[in-house]
């Protein structure tokens, strides 16, 4: 019956989507699972000095009570032997351990004399164990010290004070361990990185009338017109957060624009107030709730400022400048420093180093001088280690910030100002050159390919545009 193999033809479609979904579930849990065992590792060698260290100061501690429970009983030979030391907690569970210890070593630190430590702790544990011997039917006397345990308490008193003391434990900082909070940032942010809904990735870009989305799942693309023409914003588009932004331009330089990232892409426009505005602005987020606004042109002069915008407050501020003036800039946020590359300046040849400015400090510098041999065109980062450099001569360069080290990778494309934007799940670079010139570069073949999209924009140059993850609750 035809109802019967549509059902069946249906049912089996469910059961290969299940299968498929159950494959998914079972490979991320034990990514999940492998993590944390070596976070578990980790954690037990960095503990393993301090266990060390605390063992040995809990033995020196235990010895000088039962030292200090000695002479107490040598002057007064009635006093019971049960003074309670670390040594005891060998014989507890584990559960209990730690509330003993804690229980001691409060005592000694809440007592500012020998007799009162003695009077607080070894005699009251004293009291308590006669109290509990008196309550044993089968132990109706209190045990009282004969001679030859007085003379063995004598010879150990005798033994330690010849060893001249106890030793003193190594100091504290030696066996500290501190922990890098920036590196386990950046470590949270790439767990959080290696795993996300790939169907949701999805491409902004816009320039005049027109803004455009590509999906990355299907290689199609959404249009829709804009209301006023926007130029002059190559650089200053960026994703932060639940939006997408865009700073000044050669039309609103003292405005921006905010995309929602629902499905209608609501849009709120803001003042650019208590900082410049202009246009060419250089845009970077620092995946928290920063961006960072670098450079720009206002009434033609190219300015070398640098200022933030927070996201959770809508607000500006001034952070600092650069050595000089530009516009056009790629700048990328790396390990709380600006990374600035490119960009055009007063002199003709442009800034051709990469200059970094620290976040914090406010401090910049020259970290890579003369790098690019010609204009840069676009760069994108892989936000660990790479930036990639391509300069209107076609020469596409990977730089590597951990050693400073140059590789030269191919790039057949004879496209200018043309986007240029990396995944950095699938460490995919797409550049987006218009209807038939939209391509995709994978870092680990050093391969291009011409995506088949459906793209109806002639010429994508000076678009600006960014990466985002449409959250499926959006």
Known sequence: ???????????QQCASSYQSLEQNHSEITSHFEQLIKVIIAQEHKAKKPIIEQMENIQSTINNIIKEINDINQIIDPSSSSSASSLGDLNNNNNNNDQAAVSQVISSITSCSSIEQFINSTLVS????TETEMSDNDDAHMIVTNDDITQLSMIRNHSK???QGGYPLPSKVEACLVTANVIKLGDIKKQIGACFRDVAFSQIFSMRNKSLSVLSLESSRWTHRDTLLPLTHIASSVVHAGNYIYVFGGKETPKSYLRYSLDANMQLYTGVIDGVDGG???SACYDGDKLIYLVGGSDDDKFLNRVDCFDISTQQFKKVGQLPLGMGFARVHYHRETLLVIGGETQSLKGNRDIISFNVNTRLSKVIIKDILNDYLDQSCYNGRDNIYLLTKSYALTKFTLSNKQTTSLQCPLKLLQCP????????????????GKNYSYSTQDDLWRLLDDD???????????CLFERNTNS
């Open 1 to 11: 019956m035809p109802r019967l193999k549509q059902l069946w033809s249906t049912l």
């Open 125 to 128: 544990s004293q009291t308590q």
């Open 160 to 162: 330690y004070i010849d």
């Open 279 to 281: 246009r060419a602005i």
């Open 420 to 435: 240029l934007i990396y995944d950095r799940y699938t460490d995919i670079i797409y550049r987006l050159g218009g209807k």
């Open 455 to 465: 793209d109806t924009i002639d010429d994508r140059s000076c678009f600006g545009s």
